[in-house]
Each structure stands twice: as structure tokens, then as C-alpha cells.
């Protein structure tokens, strides 16, 4: 499960997205790595976080997702 904070549903049309694909990537890379060797597989944008899934071990299912608010660059969650 990934721990996630609540979105407010802004009218505002103008996002405040500071972290980008790569930066996102490596924030996650990062966090990992003090746990696990790491091969990231997919970084993807959903309502301004940004969530990099990691392959972490040698079986297939071995994939942690580290969810990073995309304006602050703030671990968010991880599963």
C-alpha cells in the first residue's frame, strides 16, 4: 500500500510541479539504495506525485513504489 497525502481539489489551473521525470528518478533511487540494490523501472506523474517503481531483488516481484510530491521533491510513501 502506498501511505499517501490527500489532494485538495484546487481551481486553480496553474501547478507548482519543481521536480521533474529525473529528478523524481533519482530522489527514489536515492531513498532506496540505503536498503536495497535497485533497478528503476517506471517513473509516471499521477495528481502531482510522482511514483518510481524499483525493481529491488532478484524474483520478479521484488518492486517497491516510492511515491515524491512533485513541487517539494518529499518522499510522500513507499510499498
Known sequence: MIYN???GNSSSTETRLTV???KAKEIAKKF???YHSIIV???R????????SAKTGL??????????D?????ILGYS
Open 41 to 43: 523501472n517506471e517513473v
Open 32 to 34: 532506496l539504495e540505503q
Open 45 to 52: 506523474l499521477e495528481d502531482e506525485a510522482w511514483i518510481v
Open 20 to 22: 521533474d521525470e529525473f
Open 5 to 7: 497525502k490527500s489532494y
Open 59 to 68: 524474483m520478479p516481484k521484488d518492486v517497491k513504489k516510492v511515491m515524491i
Open 70 to 74: 512533485a513541487e517539494t521533491g518529499r
